[in-house]
Every structure is written in C-alpha cells, then in structure tokens.
C-alpha cells in the first residue's frame, strides 16, 4: 500500500503488473519512467516525445496504449477536463489541481481541507469511490505580476456625490 501523497514508484508498477500477469516489458518500464519524471500531468504527446529519445521505434499508438493499460490497472491516472487534451499522472493518491485555462499547465494542490468535503448522501444513490477538485484560472507566468487596478471612470460615476455649494 502506497502512503498517502505518493506517486506510484517502479515498485509499485511491478506488483501491480504481477498482480495482472502483465509482463512489465522495457516499452511499458520506459513510459511509466517518463510519466513518472517531471511535468507531473505530461500529455501522450509529451511522453511520446521524451520515450523516443531513448526508444526511437516506439510509435505513439504503442505509448498510448501503454497508458491506457497502466490506467485501467490503476497505476496511473488520467486527469482530464473538458475540451482539453488528456494529460496523465503517476500520483494516484488524492490530491486537486490548478489548472491555467490559458497555457494548459497543471499543478497540483494539496489540502486537507478539500480531502474531507463531505460527500453525496445515500440518498443519491451514488457510491463515491474518488474526487478531485480542479480550481481552473490563470497561473502565476500567465496572470503576470499584479496589475495595479484601474480606477472606475464613469462617466458620472463620482459627480452624482459632489456636495452642492451652497451659495
Ligand atoms: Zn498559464
Ligand atoms: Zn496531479
């Protein structure tokens, strides 16, 4: 049993294959290595990219499929949001996200907090087994530094609350 806020480890992916009869071949080894290696959310594409560096044969279908694989085996997990590409991620213990709408970066977050939101009732019907909670807005790079905010400048906004003169 992996502690709580760890990353699944090359451990971890070996007892789970064993536990699956699911031969750890080098392709499987070599993604899990790089999807484990930092950006910690890397998308296909990213870990394609990094695989071929050392494995140039590996096609994409192939890491893909990889992926797909350790997902269902629960030795990795898939963040995704709507309309945005799947990115992946080794840590499969809880944790939330921040994630920047505009340059798609996504890092994680860590609250107790938010680990014990209480959950749907009974009532519902609905047996939670997970939650994640993804905060979507800009990050740091591309919020930029604090902008100081611009006076509102209506037209009539501040002569309504001129005293009159008296005369
Ligand atoms: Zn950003
Ligand atoms: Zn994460």
Not at 77 to 99: F, M, Q
Not at 119 to 148: H, K, M, N, W
């Given at each position: ?51 071929r ?6 096609s ?70 997970d ?9 740091s ?27």
């Amino acid at each position: 049993m992996s502690r709580s806020g760890d990353a699944s480890t090359g451990a971890d992916l070996e007892r789970i294959c064993r536990e699956h009869s699911l031969p750890l071949t080098a392709q499987r080894r070599i993604v899990f290595e790089a999807l484990a290696a930092r950006p910690v959310h890397p998308t296909v594409d990213e870990i394609w990219e990094k695989v071929r560096r050392t494995m140039p044969e590996i096609s994409r279908t192939t890491v893909y499929r990889i992926l797909e694989t350790f997902t269902r085996l629960r030795a990795v997990r898939k963040v995704s949001h709507p309309g945005a590409v799947t990115r992946y991620e080794s840590r499969t213990s809880r944790h939330h996200h921040l994630l920047c709408l505009r340059c798609g970066r996504m890092e994680d977050l860590d609250d107790p907090a938010l680990d014990s939101l209480a959950l749907p009732g009974r009532e519902t019907g609905f047996r939670v087994e997970d939650y994640s909670i993804q905060f979507r807005g800009l990050c740091s790079r591309c919020a930029g530094p604090p902008q100081p905010r611009p006076r509102k400048r209506g037209p009539t906004a501040h002569r309504g609350k001129k005293p009159e003169r008296p005369r």
